[in-house]
Nanobody, 112 residues
Framework: VQLQAYGGGLVQPGGSLRLSCAAS????????MTWYRQAPGKQREWVAR???????NYADSVKGRFTISIDKAKNLVYLQMNSLKPEDTAVYYC???????WGQGTLVTVSS
């Protein structure tokens, strides 16, 4: 399984971004998918998860601002991020459950 996140960039506080994650092996929809992030000098943390049945869970720090979704036909996982804050600055990754090898992340920088 190969995972590649993209769509990051520089955004001002209060702005929005949508991240995408391309997953090979047709795991999207057959495996729970999770977005993680790793800020400079910090450990990787989970951000949002979507189960195969479609239920979602979010870390308290992003609840109400981020939305995870999938497109099974395209094997894509999305993370819509609104009302971004400087503390959301991190490299974002996606992965499945159980974890596969970590793929390429995408850097999100929230700064004025």
């Amino acid at each position: 399984v190969q995972l590649q996140a993209y769509g990051g960039g520089l955004v001002q506080p209060g702005g929005s971004l949508r991240l995408s994650c391309a997953a090979s092996g047709s795991i999207v929809g057959r495996s729970s998918m999770t977005w993680y992030r790793q800020a400079p000098g910090k450990q990787r943390e989970w951000v949002a998860r979507i189960a195969t049945a479609g239920s979602t869970n979010y870390a308290d720090s992003v609840k109400g601002r981020f939305t995870i979704s999938i497109d099974k036909a395209k094997n894509l996982v999305y993370l819509q991020m609104n009302s971004l804050k400087p503390e959301d600055t991190a490299v974002y990754y996606c992965n499945g459950v159980p974890l596969y090898s970590w793929g390429q992340g995408t850097l999100v920088t929230v700064s004025s």
